[in-house]
Nanobody, 116 residues
Framework: QVQLVESGGGLVRPGESLRLSCVAS????????MSWVRQAPGKGLEWVSA????????NYIEAVEGRFTMSRDNAKNTLYLQMDHLKPEDTAVYYC?????????RGRGTQVTVSS
């Protein structure tokens, strides 16, 4: 049974940083590309970034390019999203998802709020 548990969210001021983590279990983590998606208040799900099996190929939505860094540790079955220079428009619930298209099984999410 696929289980994904996100953590690391919180309330920060614009310009500050957060590091999200996602611990995976119930499947062969190293055999799957993974993604981060987010859902802002009142909006639909938005794909944010994706990473391949080994972490060699990473893609981002233009809005976070240069500010967010996605990585993975296959030995720890863990996915990361380092978020720097956060903006109010980054406020959302962030989910990690199985597969790179963001449409696979997701965790329960972690809330990120950016506000002064």
């Amino acid at each position: 049974q696929v289980q994904l548990v996100e953590s690391g969210g919180g309330l920060v001021r614009p310009g500050e940083s957060l590091r999200l983590s996602c611990v995976a279990s119930g499947f062969a983590f190293s055999n799957y590309g993974m993604s981060w998606v987010r859902q802002a208040p009142g909006k639909g799900l938005e794909w944010v970034s994706a990473i391949d099996l080994e972490g060699d190929s990473i893609n981002y939505i233009e809005a976070v390019e240069g500010r967010f860094t996605m990585s993975r540790d296959n030995a720890k079955n863990t996915l990361y999203l380092q978020m720097d220079h956060l903006k109010p428009e980054d406020t959302a619930v962030y989910y990690c998802a199985l597969n790179t298209d963001g449409l696979g099984p997701r965790g329960r999410g972690t809330q990120v709020t950016v506000s002064s």
